[in-house]
């Protein structure tokens, strides 16, 4: 077990939006940061990143908390695995206790598997750069290709052995188990015999975006016609081939100061694209593109590059992808490489200089790629012409934004020459038979009124207990001159308030004010989280949020992060920009504090008097109600002395 020094300090030294920055491209938003959910498929901003507090918040998914709570919702990293990637991203040193024999044998099968897949890519590198066979066949082919060792190690090229079990072996003298081998694919298990998958292979590591080795892709070597080409890993618990992008992990951070990523088709593309100096590049590693693939992307930019080679067979078979890239709601460009070229080898054969300029100067919109490579399928014949069109139309059909959409039409009416209105038709057309799938659609122009619906009715008990939780963990230790109010009866006979100013902490604030008047939580989950504060708040001086958090489990620390986060949404929707300018709760601390507390009084006071009322409207005959219309009277009063005190309208 990690020892909780060791826990301790990551937590100190972690800065949360450091490290989901690695994984959300975050924009500056006031005191916070903004960006795209990578939980979810949006367009716009819902997700925020809070330096101050070390918290983040997807508001479209409702996931939130610190950041190895983020750890293990995006990468499904157990707990022990996002404090040893935290750790090692920081540079600590992880101190571990000793476990028991039980404890090593319920260790996560995830992480066995991650070890496994770890020691492989070792072995892997050093049976390349360390044995006869691989050095003369594995690293000749490598060098072969341009590859230097720098850019070989940066990517743990390896080579597996010419050998039936060689790697087996010397995993299950490692002491891996022969179950996680196989269920990694690493080795076949058929009865009593063992092999390994990739043998006489060379080898590439397959990335995460947080640099966990996946899988692996296998590049057989011989002129076998009886074996693939490439081998992949099989799917496992760790490695979904539709789900993996080779590269991500080392092209991350250029893709989001890019603005733009490179899509190519191989693991080579991709090397050769590095070593040149272009880092923002990916493969799909031959698979046909998936939407989980385009929505990675998605998480670190919205442009995106197809760069296709010289051949036209699998063009075809492209446009697909493309048409995927656009219903994800991405921008598309399209670069074809001259004749008998591809991404690998026109990188080799090009300085960086060349290699940029020619993708600038042969980037495509789609439309014109499209269009240019369907007009000399059907040349002259008009059928195929308007079949073309058509097939334009669809791809068009896809884009979720109604402008871009009118764009690309009009683009298409200029280059197939032919009306907008036609195309705009067809358009509409197309429409219409996707929606009777679902359901009717209405007339274009036409205006619907939408079925009223009752709007939900807000739970006032739970906002104000919810608000009072807030203001302990923004600012429980945080000193204020409060107007105390005192319930007096003045010469009339009337209940009045009585201001009293006085200078307390506002946990003392609250605790005092609830207790006088008897006040528990409706919520219990509130109630316990109050109690925890309260005693937290009145026995450490140094308390501070984020540590609160970190010792919460998960759904704890996704509720107080939820409560943390709720009032800074406003700054998703730039409201500064359009001169809207929210007044911070930092400046009016105590008025916040005392109007909570007098909200929730006159809330239960005003419960109190529809319950006696009730007893009022279905009287017992035997029963006297006169002091029961003398509570009321008095409860009214109060009620009105809260009312004034709030400003309200009775």
């Known amino acids: 077990m990690i020892s909780k020094t060791t826990i301790d300090n990551v937590f100190e030294t972690a800065r949360v939006e450091e490290v989901l920055g690695d994984f959300v491209q975050l924009k500056k938003s006031g005191a916070n940061y903004k960006g795209l959910s990578p939980f979810s498929d949006e367009r716009t901003p819902s997700f925020m990143v809070s330096p101050v507090k070390q918290i983040w918040k997807d508001f479209s998914s409702g996931k939130g908390g610190n950041v190895v709570a983020f750890l293990m919702e995006h990468e499904h990293f157990t707990y022990p695995e996002a404090i040893k990637y935290l750790a090692k991203k920081y540079g600590i040193e992880i101190e571990e206790t000793e476990q028991t024999d039980e404890q090593k044998a319920?260790?996560?099968?995830?992480?066995?598997?991650?070890?496994?897949?770890?020691?492989?890519?070792?072995?892997?590198?050093?049976?390349?750069h360390k044995t006869d066979p691989g050095k003369a066949i594995g690293l000749s082919y490598f060098k072969e290709r341009g590859f230097t060792i720098e850019t070989i190690k940066?990517?743990?090229?390896?080579?597996?052995?010419?050998?039936w079990d060689a790697f087996t072996k010397e995993a299950l003298a490692e002491g891996y188990k022969l179950d996680y081998l196989e269920k990694t694919g690493l080795s076949i298990v058929k009865g009593e015999k063992q092999f390994d998958r990739f043998k006489g292979r060379v080898m590439f590591p397959i990335h995460s975006m947080s640099g966990r080795v996946l899988g692996f892709g296998g590049r057989i070597l011989t002129s076998d016609k009886k074996a693939a080409k490439y081998l992949n890993s099989p799917e496992s618990e760790i490695y979904h081939k539709s789900k993996v992008l080779y590269g991500i992990y080392y092209a991350k951070q250029a893709i989001a100061k890019e603005d733009n990523c490179f899509l190519v088709e191989g693991y080579t593309d991709v090397i050769q694209f590095h070593q040149r100096g272009i880092e923002n590049v990916v493969a799909s590693s031959g698979t046909a593109l998936t939407p989980e693939q385009i929505r990675l992307i998605n998480r670190l930019t919205k442009n995106i590059t197809v760069l296709f080679d010289g051949d036209a067979a699998g063009l075809r078979a492209s446009i697909r992808g493309i048409d995927l890239i656009l219903e994800q709601g991405l921008n598309v460009k399209v670069c074809k490489f001259p004749e008998g070229e591809d991404p690998d080898s026109f990188a080799r054969n090009n300085s960086e200089e060349e290699l940029r300029e020619y993708i600038k100067e042969n980037s495509w919109d789609f439309i014109r790629f499209k269009a240019s490579l369907l007009m000399e399928e059907a040349?002259?014949?008009?059928?195929?012409?308007?079949g073309l069109i058509r097939e334009i139309v669809q791809s068009i059909a896809k884009i979720p934004d109604n402008i871009q959409r009118e764009v690309y039409?009009?683009?298409?009416?200029?280059?197939?020459?032919?009306?907008?209105?036609v195309l705009f038709s067809s358009l509409a057309q197309l429409g219409s038979k996707q929606g009777q799938k679902t359901k009717p659609q209405s007339k274009p122009m036409d205006v619907v009124k939408e079925e009223s619906k009752p709007a939900p009715k807000v739970n006032e008990q739970f906002e104000l207990e919810k608000k009072i939780i807030s203001l302990l963990l923004l600012y429980g230790k945080e000193e204020e001159e409060f107007e105390d109010l005192i319930l007096k009866q003045n010469e009339a006979g009337d209940m009045v308030l009585e201001p009293e100013v006085q200078k307390a902490k506002v946990f003392e604030k609250v605790f005092l004010d609830l207790q006088e008047d008897e006040i528990a939580f409706a919520n219990p989950d509130f109630q316990q989280l109050y109690n925890e504060l309260i005693t937290r708040l009145n026995s450490n001086e140094g308390f501070a949020v984020e540590g609160f958090i970190n010792e919460m489990d998960t759904q704890q620390a996704s509720a107080i992060t939820s409560i943390l986060m709720e009032e800074e949404q406003y700054e998703?929707?730039?409201?500064?920009?359009?001169?809207?300018?929210?007044?911070?709760?930092?400046?009016?601390?105590?008025?916040?504090?005392?109007?909570?507390?007098?909200?929730?009084?006159?809330?239960?006071?005003?419960?109190?008097?529809?319950?006696?009322?009730?007893?009022?409207?279905?009287?017992?005959p035997e029963e006297d109600h006169s002091s029961v219309l003398?509570?009321?009277?008095?409860?009214?009063?109060?009620?009105?002395?809260?009312?004034?005190?709030?400003?309200?309208?009775?």
């Open 409 to 421: 039409l009009q683009e298409c009416a200029r280059i197939m020459d032919i009306s907008e209105d």
């Open 106 to 128: 319920q260790a996560d099968e995830r992480e066995s598997m991650y070890l496994v897949s770890e020691f492989a890519k070792k072995y892997f590198q050093k049976i390349l």
């Open 379 to 386: 040349q002259n014949d008009p059928v195929k012409k308007a």
């Open 630 to 650: 003398e509570m009321i009277i008095d409860y009214q009063s109060l009620k009105k002395v809260l009312s004034n005190k709030l400003n309200r309208v009775m």
């Open 154 to 163: 940066k990517f743990d090229l390896g080579y597996c052995l010419d050998e």
């Open 572 to 620: 998703l929707h730039d409201w500064d920009r359009q001169n809207i300018f929210v007044k911070t709760k930092e400046e009016t601390i105590s008025r916040l504090v005392s109007e909570t507390i007098l909200n929730l009084r006159r809330f239960l006071v005003n419960q109190k008097i529809e319950e006696l009322a009730g007893e009022v409207k279905n009287p017992n």
